[in-house]
């Protein structure tokens, strides 16, 4: 009989697909900066199953975007933390133009992961797969031109 094995296989490939979801996408946002954005963002997870604490997520993700840019590529960021202000993993998406700016200028894409504190192998997984998918650049010209949150996380899923 074979030895026990400690190792843990993350659950994160089934998890994604779930976290996905068009009801945490919100597109066409205005804001004032990127931090307005990222507080707009968080404020779509209102009513989340998994957010135990908005106030507490918002600044967490604020703190940590501060400490260091987590911009994947221009017009991509990733804000994102660990923290005990959410149950399980939550996931939200934003397309998003500064107020007031032209139209036909070119709208950037947010991506906010909000992680169980305990969950750091899992957290890096997760970053490691989205930095992945929107690494694509014909990703990024899809979800600039999705029509609806549906369209939006249906370009993600088939780059997973």
């Not at 994160?12 to 996905?20: E, G, K, M, S």
């Not at 400490?67 to 933390?81: D, K, N, Y």
């Not at 169980?116 to 957290?123: C, K, Y």
Request: with cysteine.
């Amino acid at each position: 009989m074979a030895p026990k094995s400690n190792v843990t296989v993350s659950p994160f490939p089934r998890l994604l697909p779930t976290l996905l979801d068009p009801a945490w996408v919100r597109l066409d946002l205005a804001a004032a900066s990127e931090a307005e954005a990222v507080r707009l963002t968080c404020a779509s997870l209102a009513g989340h199953r998994a957010v135990a604490d908005l106030a507490r997520l918002e600044r967490d993700i604020l703190q940590r975007v501060q400490l260091h840019s987590l911009q994947l590529a221009p017009g991509i960021t990733f804000p994102h933390a660990r923290t005990t202000a959410v149950r399980d993993f939550v996931l939200a998406l934003s397309r998003w133009r500064l107020t007031g700016s032209d139209p036909a200028q070119q709208a950037n894409l947010l991506i906010l992961l909000g992680t169980p504190s305990g969950r750091v192998t899992d957290h890096l997984a997760v970053l490691s797969s989205l930095a992945r998918a929107f690494s694509q650049p014909d990703l990024r010209e899809e979800l600039l031109a999705a029509a609806t949150p549906a369209a939006f996380i249906d370009a993600i899923k088939l780059r997973l």
